[in-house]
């Protein structure tokens, strides 16, 4: 793997493409910062070597123009204190500012260029754009693994640029690394465990992981499609009704692949979709009319939580339930941690899949306590799908 630490970044200005698209408040208060963070160890060394650095990002999704609130400036403070660097600003990412400040950069020195997704050439991949970006710098460094599966002008179509020059950074180098762990060199019992809105999103894994898994656990809003195509009630819970036929093929090829697939056994329903709603247990498949499920039960909990800590491996990608409500967020906590538990007690290798399971190891503070938390939501799914993504395949070509 071609990593920044192949190259002797001496004079050189390094043009890095991170993933700096981190939760603001409606003050512009960034509320998770870890992104940032992750990227910090390729720009130190980058900076370390004599070299100067060059960032771009996108932030949020701007609809092809320029939008206050998505302007990259509102994290120019924060970056300049964590880099202990006073970080430039180009209020333009390409164009003769982005040229002139990118020029005059010297050793040590470092510049953010605005959010890249003023520009909808950016998302379309556009070659002419890609090309303007890579007269900034004289190397390309890939550090976004939260981007690395969209082929867009700075993650992917750049690298042609820097045929020789091109190389992934610290993040992207880790992320990479244990994401192969899982999806080839996985110790047994390797048990995955699926949670989340939608059983549609994560279909190709699901279908990806019946191929590598000892257990796959299902839970979340996903589990009430299941329980519905097994003939269950699920009042007004979450449901995919023309994912059901898919639901039990699922499970028929769970069992002919000897996969462990367990779904909920009970469930916590409220009577609303609130925090403070009325709430009880029932049995799966048993939800009243007017209810719905809004977290796994204490059955299920005991259930998944006995699998996962007999496990050497674990995947976890999507919640358990609504975690976001305090009321509902017993589940999914429950579940981080047994993941925790069968990391220390039973020296499992543990993966965190980005998005809302990284969020909610977050919320539970336990980030430190599992083997690794990716960056990446999408990114890593589709890399578990066994996908190339472009972003790792346009430094590899
Ligand atoms: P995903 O992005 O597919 O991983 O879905 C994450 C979202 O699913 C979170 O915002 C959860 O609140 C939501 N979720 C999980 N379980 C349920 C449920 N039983 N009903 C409604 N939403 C849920």
Redesign the pocket.
Known sequence: MKTVDQCDFKDKKALIRVDFNVPLDKDFTITDDKRMRAALPTITKILNDGGSVILMSHLGRPKGGPEEKYSLKHILADLSKMLNVEVQFADDCIGAQATDKAKDLKAGQVLLLENLRFYKEEEKGDKEFAGKLAKLGDVYVNDAFGTAHRAHASTSIIAQFFPAEKYFGYLMAEELKNAEKINNNADKPFTAIM????VS??ILLIESLLEKVDNLII??????TFAKAQGGEIGT??LEADRMELCLELLEKAKAKGVNLLLPVD?VIADK?DNEAEKKNVDAGQIPADW????IGPKSVALFAEVIKNSKTLLW?????????AN?EQG?RAIADAVVAGTKENDAFSLIGG???AAAIAKFGLEEEVSYVSTG?GALLEYMEGKELPGVKAIND
């Not at 839970?219 to 009430?224: D, E, I, L, R």
């Not at 719905?292 to 977290?295: E, K, P, R, V």
Request: hydrophobic share 35%; net charge negative; aromatic share 12%.
């Open positions: 949670g989340g809105a939608k999103d994560k839970g979340g809003g996903m589990a009430y819970s979450l469930t979709f719905m499920g809004l977290d990608n999507g919640p358990m339930g609504v975690f976001e409500m509902f999914t998005g809302d399971s939501g």
